[in-house]
């Protein structure tokens, strides 16, 4: 049994109730056109009730009917929203770990330089070291002699 169904019957018992036949004296024949007039004014009610009762319904399911497709509708543009940033998270990460690596080339490159300069300098001061020790122990032009030495062996190889 529905509930317009148990509606309808409780409705039903109660103008059954108020339309039993009375016996008071002098009053029977009164007594029973209000309840007949209430018998027919309930029966005219009884279809407008059913017809609000159903167009609520029906204004209360195409309400749902609007919100879920909204929801899914939300839904979509959220899922899509979500792919987006996820997309943007792995190129970022991606760029990241780039980055990263290009830091990491970058630092060696660097400490490499460190060292070169480190020897380089070393070299520089060992020439310089030798250089003073040929001014003092050489005259002019043994030094010219030993420079055009150095240069015909660097250009034969």
Do not use: W
């Amino acid at each position: 049994m529905t509930h317009r169904d148990r509606s309808e019957y409780k409705t039903d018992s109660s103008v059954m109730a108020v339309c039993k036949p009375v016996t008071i004296p002098g009053m029977t024949g009164h007594v029973r056109r209000n309840t007949q007039l209430e018998s027919n004014l309930i029966e005219q009610v009884r279809p407008l009730t059913v017809q609000l009762y159903e167009g609520a319904l029906k204004a209360a399911q195409r309400q749902v009917s609007e919100t879920s497709r909204e929801l899914k509708q939300l839904r979509s543009e959220i899922e899509a929203e979500i792919l987006d940033a996820n997309t943007i998270i792995e190129d970022l990460e991606q760029r990241l770990a780039e980055t990263t690596q290009r830091l990491l080339e970058s630092a060696e490159e660097l400490k490499q330089s460190h060292e070169a300069r480190y020897q380089f300098e070393r070299q520089a001061i060992t020439l310089e070291a030798e250089v003073n020790q040929l001014r003092e122990n050489s005259t002019y032009e043994e030094l010219m002699k030993r420079i055009i030495a150095l240069e015909s062996k660097g250009e034969n190889g």
